[in-house]
Nanobody, 122 residues
Framework: VQLQASGGGLVQAGGSLRLSCAASGRTFSGYNMGWFRQAPGKEREFLSAISWTGYRTPYADSVKGRFTISRDNAVNTVYLQMNSLSPEDTAVYYC????????????????WGPGTLVTVSS
């Protein structure tokens, strides 16, 4: 499956952004999807995932209550709504996909897309 994230950009602290990740190449509805990010000088960090049914949506503590993941299987797209952004959220954001158990999408997903840069100014 091929993934393409979009929606990154520059936003002021306290603002919001919605990232999108379009998938192609395989049956999207069969994949668990996830979002990760990597800040300069830091390791890649899991943010959130959504099961192929949409019923399971784990979140990292760092974004719980601020970020919301969703998916639309009709248009092969997963979203990440990000609210109350702070400069600490500045990073390259990646979407990922995996067709295994949901625990895998939170750790070592099989497929990755190129990242989209989110910059939050203070």
């Amino acid at each position: 499956v091929q993934l393409q994230a979009s929606g990154g950009g520059l936003v002021q602290a306290g603002g919001s952004l919605r990232l999108s990740c379009a998938a192609s190449g395989r049956t999207f509805s069969g994949y668990n999807m996830g979002w990760f990010r990597q800040a300069p000088g830091k390791e890649r960090e899991f943010l959130s995932a959504i099961s192929w049914t949409g019923y399971r949506t784990p979140y990292a503590d760092s974004v719980k209550g601020r970020f919301t993941i969703s998916r639309d299987n009709a248009v092969n797209t997963v979203y990440l709504q990000m609210n109350s952004l702070s400069p600490e959220d500045t990073a390259v954001y990646y979407c990922a996909a995996d067709d295994g158990p949901i625990r895998v999408i939170t750790t070592t997903p099989k497929y990755w897309g190129p990242g989209t840069l989110v910059t939050v100014s203070s």
